[in-house]
Protein backbone atom coordinates (compact mmCIF):
# COMPACT_ATOMS: atom_id res chain seq x y z
CA UNK A 1 0.00 0.00 0.00
CA UNK A 2 1.11 3.51 -0.92
CA UNK A 3 1.75 5.63 2.05
CA UNK A 4 3.32 8.15 4.21
CA UNK A 5 4.46 6.91 7.52
CA UNK A 6 5.35 9.22 10.37
CA UNK A 7 6.75 7.83 13.97
CA UNK A 8 6.21 8.20 16.40
CA UNK A 9 2.26 9.71 16.47
CA UNK A 10 2.45 11.25 19.57
CA UNK A 11 5.42 12.41 21.77
CA UNK A 12 5.33 14.61 25.19
CA UNK A 13 9.05 15.90 26.08
CA UNK A 14 10.66 18.54 28.18
CA UNK A 15 12.40 21.46 26.95
CA UNK A 16 15.91 21.34 25.26
CA UNK A 17 15.83 16.90 24.81
CA UNK A 18 16.75 16.43 21.29
CA UNK A 19 13.67 14.33 19.44
CA UNK A 20 13.88 13.16 15.80
CA UNK A 21 10.68 12.21 13.98
CA UNK A 22 11.10 9.76 11.13
CA UNK A 23 9.34 9.85 8.09
CA UNK A 24 9.15 7.26 5.34
CA UNK A 25 7.97 6.74 1.89
CA UNK A 26 7.09 3.97 -0.68
CA UNK A 27 6.18 5.44 -3.34
CA UNK A 28 10.02 6.16 -4.98
CA UNK A 29 8.83 10.32 -4.40
CA UNK A 30 12.04 12.91 -5.49
CA UNK A 31 9.66 15.74 -3.35
CA UNK A 32 9.28 15.49 0.43
CA UNK A 33 8.42 18.21 2.74
CA UNK A 34 7.95 19.01 6.30
CA UNK A 35 4.85 20.97 7.64
CA UNK A 36 3.30 22.04 11.10
CA UNK A 37 -0.28 22.95 11.20
CA UNK A 38 -1.68 25.33 14.54
CA UNK A 39 -4.91 26.37 15.13
CA UNK A 40 -6.06 29.02 12.65
CA UNK A 41 -2.94 29.25 10.93
CA UNK A 42 -3.64 26.56 8.68
CA UNK A 43 -0.29 24.12 7.19
CA UNK A 44 3.15 26.24 7.30
CA UNK A 45 5.94 24.61 5.69
CA UNK A 46 9.39 23.79 8.11
CA UNK A 47 11.64 22.56 5.39
CA UNK A 48 11.33 20.74 1.98
CA UNK A 49 13.41 18.37 -0.41
CA UNK A 50 13.65 18.21 -3.75
CA UNK A 51 15.79 14.77 -4.12
CA UNK A 52 18.58 13.39 -2.07
CA UNK A 53 20.90 15.51 -0.49
CA UNK A 54 18.94 18.57 -1.27
CA UNK A 55 16.76 20.52 1.15
CA UNK A 56 15.72 24.04 1.28
CA UNK A 57 14.65 26.23 4.05
CA UNK A 58 10.23 26.78 4.28
CA UNK A 59 8.49 29.45 5.90
CA UNK A 60 9.63 28.31 9.44
CA UNK A 61 12.89 26.43 9.82
CA UNK A 62 14.13 27.93 12.98
CA UNK A 63 14.51 25.44 15.51
CA UNK A 64 14.60 22.54 12.95
CA UNK A 65 17.09 20.65 11.01
CA UNK A 66 16.48 17.61 8.33
CA UNK A 67 18.28 15.90 5.87
CA UNK A 68 17.75 13.44 3.13
CA UNK A 69 20.48 10.47 2.89
CA UNK A 70 18.16 8.38 1.40
CA UNK A 71 15.84 9.01 -1.65
CA UNK A 72 12.49 7.22 1.14
CA UNK A 73 13.58 9.09 4.56
CA UNK A 74 13.45 12.57 5.35
CA UNK A 75 13.57 13.03 9.21
CA UNK A 76 13.12 15.97 11.36
CA UNK A 77 15.23 16.81 14.00
CA UNK A 78 14.69 19.54 17.10
CA UNK A 79 18.32 19.71 18.71
CA UNK A 80 16.80 21.44 21.96
CA UNK A 81 13.30 21.69 21.52
CA UNK A 82 11.25 24.46 23.00
CA UNK A 83 7.22 24.74 24.51
CA UNK A 84 6.25 26.95 21.05
CA UNK A 85 7.48 23.81 18.90
CA UNK A 86 4.25 22.25 20.40
CA UNK A 87 2.17 21.24 16.87
CA UNK A 88 0.68 18.97 14.96
CA UNK A 89 4.00 17.76 12.48
CA UNK A 90 3.08 16.16 8.99
CA UNK A 91 5.29 14.97 6.77
CA UNK A 92 4.18 14.61 2.65
CA UNK A 93 5.56 13.75 -0.59
CA UNK A 94 5.17 14.32 -3.81
CA UNK A 95 7.31 12.70 -7.29
CA UNK A 96 8.81 15.92 -7.73
CA UNK A 97 8.46 19.19 -6.66
CA UNK A 98 6.33 20.24 -9.66
CA UNK A 99 3.37 22.20 -9.07
CA UNK A 100 0.96 19.98 -10.54
CA UNK A 101 1.59 16.96 -8.39
CA UNK A 102 -0.78 16.53 -5.19
CA UNK A 103 1.27 15.59 -2.11
CA UNK A 104 0.29 12.81 -0.10
CA UNK A 105 0.26 12.82 3.78
CA UNK A 106 1.10 11.05 6.63
CA UNK A 107 -1.22 10.72 9.77
CA UNK A 108 0.64 13.44 11.75
CA UNK A 109 2.55 14.10 15.14
CA UNK A 110 1.23 15.53 17.53
CA UNK A 111 4.85 16.93 19.82
CA UNK A 112 3.78 18.50 23.06
CA UNK A 113 7.18 20.09 24.65
CA UNK A 114 6.78 20.84 28.56
CA UNK B 1 3.63 38.29 0.25
CA UNK B 2 1.79 35.12 -0.24
CA UNK B 3 -1.39 34.50 1.31
CA UNK B 4 -4.48 32.06 1.05
CA UNK B 5 -7.66 32.78 3.16
CA UNK B 6 -10.11 30.95 4.52
CA UNK B 7 -13.49 31.62 6.95
CA UNK B 8 -12.80 29.11 9.45
CA UNK B 9 -16.19 27.68 9.73
CA UNK B 10 -19.48 26.70 7.55
CA UNK B 11 -22.16 24.67 8.57
CA UNK B 12 -25.00 23.05 6.23
CA UNK B 13 -28.38 20.71 6.96
CA UNK B 14 -27.66 17.15 5.20
CA UNK B 15 -28.46 17.13 1.46
CA UNK B 16 -27.72 20.86 0.99
CA UNK B 17 -25.03 22.65 -1.22
CA UNK B 18 -21.60 23.80 0.54
CA UNK B 19 -19.74 26.21 -0.91
CA UNK B 20 -16.14 26.49 0.64
CA UNK B 21 -14.61 29.96 -0.29
CA UNK B 22 -10.67 30.99 -0.40
CA UNK B 23 -9.19 34.13 -1.50
CA UNK B 24 -5.30 34.21 -2.62
CA UNK B 25 -2.93 36.64 -3.21
CA UNK B 26 -0.12 35.19 -5.60
CA UNK B 27 -0.97 35.71 -8.84
CA UNK B 28 1.74 33.67 -9.98
CA UNK B 29 -0.29 30.44 -9.12
CA UNK B 30 -0.17 27.56 -11.24
CA UNK B 31 -2.53 24.90 -9.15
CA UNK B 32 -4.81 25.59 -6.88
CA UNK B 33 -6.12 22.55 -4.60
CA UNK B 34 -8.37 21.58 -2.16
CA UNK B 35 -7.29 18.82 0.32
CA UNK B 36 -9.63 17.27 3.01
CA UNK B 37 -8.59 16.62 6.68
CA UNK B 38 -10.66 13.92 8.61
CA UNK B 39 -10.23 14.00 12.44
CA UNK B 40 -6.83 12.24 12.88
CA UNK B 41 -5.36 11.62 9.73
CA UNK B 42 -3.46 13.49 7.41
CA UNK B 43 -4.84 15.36 4.31
CA UNK B 44 -6.20 13.75 1.36
CA UNK B 45 -5.84 15.65 -1.88
CA UNK B 46 -9.96 15.86 -2.97
CA UNK B 47 -9.25 18.04 -6.40
CA UNK B 48 -7.30 20.63 -8.24
CA UNK B 49 -7.22 22.84 -10.93
CA UNK B 50 -4.65 24.55 -13.29
CA UNK B 51 -4.67 28.51 -13.28
CA UNK B 52 -5.69 28.75 -16.40
CA UNK B 53 -9.45 26.90 -15.88
CA UNK B 54 -12.45 28.71 -15.03
CA UNK B 55 -14.22 25.32 -13.54
CA UNK B 56 -13.99 21.86 -13.14
CA UNK B 57 -16.03 19.40 -12.16
CA UNK B 58 -15.72 15.77 -10.04
CA UNK B 59 -19.16 13.93 -9.47
CA UNK B 60 -20.09 15.95 -6.62
CA UNK B 61 -17.28 18.50 -6.33
CA UNK B 62 -17.47 21.58 -8.50
CA UNK B 63 -14.46 24.07 -8.16
CA UNK B 64 -14.38 27.42 -9.06
CA UNK B 65 -11.98 29.87 -10.02
CA UNK B 66 -11.92 33.61 -10.88
CA UNK B 67 -8.52 34.78 -11.46
CA UNK B 68 -8.70 38.10 -11.89
CA UNK B 69 -10.70 38.24 -8.29
CA UNK B 70 -7.99 35.89 -6.99
CA UNK B 71 -10.97 33.41 -5.37
CA UNK B 72 -11.47 30.20 -5.58
CA UNK B 73 -14.41 27.88 -4.10
CA UNK B 74 -15.58 24.66 -3.76
CA UNK B 75 -18.74 23.30 -4.07
CA UNK B 76 -20.25 19.82 -2.42
CA UNK B 77 -23.73 18.98 -3.95
CA UNK B 78 -25.88 16.58 -1.56
CA UNK B 79 -23.70 16.72 1.62
CA UNK B 80 -23.24 14.26 3.69
CA UNK B 81 -22.48 13.98 7.39
CA UNK B 82 -19.34 11.87 5.96
CA UNK B 83 -18.46 15.20 3.93
CA UNK B 84 -17.90 16.92 7.82
CA UNK B 85 -14.23 17.71 8.13
CA UNK B 86 -11.78 20.38 7.27
CA UNK B 87 -11.46 21.92 3.94
CA UNK B 88 -7.79 23.55 3.11
CA UNK B 89 -7.46 25.57 -0.29
CA UNK B 90 -3.87 25.85 -1.18
CA UNK B 91 -1.97 27.30 -3.99
CA UNK B 92 1.23 26.24 -5.65
CA UNK B 93 3.52 29.07 -6.85
CA UNK B 94 6.95 29.03 -8.63
CA UNK B 95 9.71 30.08 -6.69
CA UNK B 96 12.37 28.52 -8.44
CA UNK B 97 11.21 25.02 -7.16
CA UNK B 98 7.39 25.39 -6.72
CA UNK B 99 6.24 25.74 -3.14
CA UNK B 100 2.81 24.97 -1.46
CA UNK B 101 0.74 27.75 0.66
CA UNK B 102 -2.11 26.61 2.51
CA UNK B 103 -4.93 28.49 4.15
CA UNK B 104 -6.01 28.30 7.97
CA UNK B 105 -8.49 25.07 6.70
CA UNK B 106 -12.63 25.78 6.65
CA UNK B 107 -14.32 23.77 9.50
CA UNK B 108 -17.87 21.93 7.74
CA UNK B 109 -19.99 20.87 10.01
CA UNK B 110 -23.18 18.46 8.61
CA UNK B 111 -26.27 18.68 10.64
CA UNK B 112 -28.36 16.07 10.18
Known amino acids: EAQVTQNPRYLITVTGKKLTVTCSQNMNHEYMSWYRQDPGLGLRQIYYSMNVEVTDKGDVPEGYKVSRKEKRNFPLILESPSPNQTSLYFCASSWTGAGNQPQHFGDGTRLSIL | GEDVEQSLFLSVREGDSSVINCTYT??????LYWYKQEPGAGLQLLTYIFSNMDMKQDQRLTVLLNKKDKHLSLRIADTQTGDSAIYFC????????????FGAGTRLFVKA
Open chain 2, 26 to 31: DSSSTY
Open chain 2, 90 to 101: AETVPTGGFKTI
